[in-house]
């Protein structure tokens, strides 16, 4: 296991006084402390050490409303534009926490990124089976019961291939989010307790704070809607409903003995399509409104990781479809081929690209709910010193 110890920082320092100035200027204003935790998190504080920005800039949601109602926003002198400076500082924190550390260049080099993810991965799955399979099971069709999947790739090269695959990046993951706590998850050193993180959890599965303060976000105009978090929903609960039927269908594999493909009824194939659905409408939705931002507003690198991953998301679902489709047809080889290139490209970037969003946001989160208790019980021991009942 590699050592989760946290790396120097190497934030440029010129973001870092940005970030420093930005904050300042809306601790003194505070007039958007009702949009989202970043404000009340902001107010709590007089110094921004770099740690203390890498924590605010993965609490932020991006949702924008704080640009539409800031009166310090360019063309002001101030020019507060905190949605992009968080988004930098964020990008760097992805950075700098990777693992192994070289591999955090991705973050910055989303060409390469969505060239692995999306088109890399795939022709070299497809390139690997047409050479190791005999033509006449690639291109023939063969029947559900026959284990038509497992005749093309055997059932042990996928286990050892996905398996590999998934120790790397949990391993990954792993480092970089010890490494973001150690760093940017408090001084006390204490462990959060289980209802901060059960906060935390309800915050991030509700997307708590991609309301705006209100009816919705302001992304990506500034009319507040729901729909960036309606889209979010169904990308991450498709996702999820993904991975519970893998999990099922190995149960069904290693466990009752039951091969795969499965009844289109079945749990595997019914948890498989729904999910396959928001990961279709989810990353889709996500697109459309990430392409009507405004160019301004928009973080060129950060888009270009984004649009990676949702592409990369919408991509699997639908081959995954198709391979539903084909599954008895002589096309079933190659589509399982691509499809299996596109869910090995998900995981190779998942630690270097948009995914570890979710993992650092919801550190942040869980930090937020730890300083929200301890004020509670400052404000309430403050009170009990004072002579006043607290419940009063």
């Not at 991965?121 to 006449?136: E, G, N, T």
């Not at 998900?346 to 948009?354: A, D, E, R, S």
Request: proline residues 7%; contains cysteine.
């Amino acid at each position: 296991m590699p050592s989760p110890e946290a790396p120097p920082r190497s934030m440029p320092p010129a973001l870092v006084h940005e970030g420093e100035r930005v904050l300042r200027i809306c601790n003194a204003c505070r007039y958007c402390e009702g949009f989202c935790a970043v404000f009340p998190a902001i107010e709590r504080r007089l110094q921004f050490p770099e740690s203390d920005l890498g924590y605010l800039a993965n609490l932020c949601h991006d949702c924008g409303e704080c640009l539409d109602a800031c009166q310090y926003a360019p063309p002001h002198e101030f020019a507060v534009d905190l949605p992009r400076t968080l988004s930098e500082i964020r990008r760097e924190t992805y950075r700098a926490y990777a693992w192994p550390g070289v591999l955090g260049r991705l973050f910055t080099r989303t060409g390469l990124a969505r060239f692995i993810g999306v088109l890399g991965a795939p022709a070299m799955a497809l390139v690997l089976v047409v050479l190791a399979v005999d033509p006449s099971v690639l291109f023939s069709a063969h029947a559900d019961a026959e284990g038509a999947f497992y005749r093309v790739v055997p059932h042990d090269v996928m286990i050892a291939v996905f398996g590999t695959l998934g120790l790397l990046v949990a391993v990954a993951l792993l480092v970089g989010l010890v490494r973001f706590w150690r760093d940017a998850g408090g001084t006390s050193g204490r462990a959060p307790d289980p209802s901060a993180v059960r906060r935390a959890a309800s915050d991030a599965l509700t997307l708590r704070y991609l309301d705006g303060g209100g009816p919705g976000c302001a992304y990506p105009e500034d009319v507040a809607s729901p729909a960036r978090r309606r889209y979010h929903h169904l990308t991450f609960y498709g996702f999820m409903l993904c991975f519970a039927a893998t999990t099922v269908a190995a149960v069904y594999h290693n466990v009752m003995g039951w091969p795969a493909p499965y009844a289109l009824w079945s749990v595997p194939v019914v948890l498989g399509c729904l999910g396959g659905v928001g990961l279709l409408v989810g990353p889709a939705g996500l697109l459309r409104l990430k392409m009507r931002r405004d160019p301004e507003r928009r973080d060129r690198t950060q888009t270009g990781m984004d649009v990676t991953f949702l592409v990369a998301l919408f991509l699997t679902s639908l081959t995954g479809f198709l391979l539903l489709a084909l599954r008895e047809s002589s096309a079933m080889g190659v589509t399982l081929a691509v499809h299996l290139g596109l869910v090995a490209g998900v995981f190779l970037t998942m630690p270097y690209g948009k995914f570890v969003h979710g993992f650092y946001r919801f550190a942040a989160l869980v930090r937020n709910a730890v300083e929200v208790e301890l004020e509670a019980e400052a404000a309430g021991e403050a009170k009990r010193r004072s002579g006043v009942n607290p419940g009063v």
